[in-house]
């Protein structure tokens, strides 16, 4: 089945304790994107990659880190995660970035983060 | 920065309503996506378009470049249709700048 798969689906942490939130596709997608949701304010992307060692940032990446060393997986890494990064994260992936005229985005479940 | 304006927020009506959700954005892009988040969290995409008009089974999605304005229709609504529908759109300009959202329509079909 073509899925994208996020783990974990929730995560309780505390400040500083570095953690890493995985995301997997297995449709050969060449576009992968990390999403942060918060109330009123929606979805909010936090860094992008258009292939494998090819990574930019999005909207809100200050304090977030992400690696493309294949093509199938783009984990998300907060070293130090502060409180203000309690979110429900997605992993949304694409098989033709930029224009998405041809592929839908394809969603993980998402990540709820609690960082205290 | 380029904005995705959604209305209304909230959206209540009953089994069998005709609805429709409306998408503004603020300069030329070059697709829009239309998305839909249950009650449970999940995103599917419904529809992606950057012209005129598209259909998949009760659910319609039209775009007027023009005007800068999309919509989301839903015909013989049902309870299961209860979610919250999101547009998101693609900016033209230099590389892949990302998908700008709305906030979000949250609908609610009773019975």
């Known amino acids: 089945e073509a899925q994208v798969t996020q783990n974990p689906r929730y995560l309780i942490t505390v400040t500083g304790k570095k953690l890493t939130v995985t995301c997997s596709q297995n449709m050969n997608h060449e576009y992968m994107s990390w999403y942060r949701q918060d109330p009123g304010l929606g979805l909010r992307q936090i860094y992008y990659s258009m292939n494998v060692e090819v990574t930019d940032k999005g909207d809100v990446p200050e304090g977030y880190k992400v690696s493309r060393k294949e093509k199938r997986n783009f984990p998300l890494i907060l070293e130090s995660p502060s409180p203000n990064q309690t979110s429900l994260y997605f992993c949304?992936?694409?098989?033709?970035?930029?224009?998405?005229?041809?592929?839908?985005?394809?969603f993980g479940n998402g990540t709820r983060l609690t960082v205290t | 920065k380029n904005e995705v304006e959604q209305s209304p927020q909230n959206l209540t009506a009953q089994e069998g309503e005709f609805i429709t959700i409306n998408c503004s954005y603020s300069v030329g892009i070059s697709a829009l996506h239309w998305l839909q988040q249950h009650p449970g969290g999940g995103i599917v995409s419904l529809f992606m378009?950057?012209?005129g008009k598209k259909k998949h089974g009760r659910l319609i999605a039209t775009i007027n470049i023009q005007e800068k304005h999309s919509s989301l229709h839903i015909t013989a609504s049902h309870p299961r249709d209860s979610a919250v529908y999101i547009c998101a759109a693609l900016y033209s300009g230099g590389g892949a700048d990302g998908l700008t959202f709305g906030k979000g329509t949250h609908l609610i079909i009773q019975p």
């Open positions: 378009l950057s012209s």
């Open positions: 949304a992936s694409s098989w033709d970035p930029p224009t998405f005229y041809n592929s839908p985005l394809h």
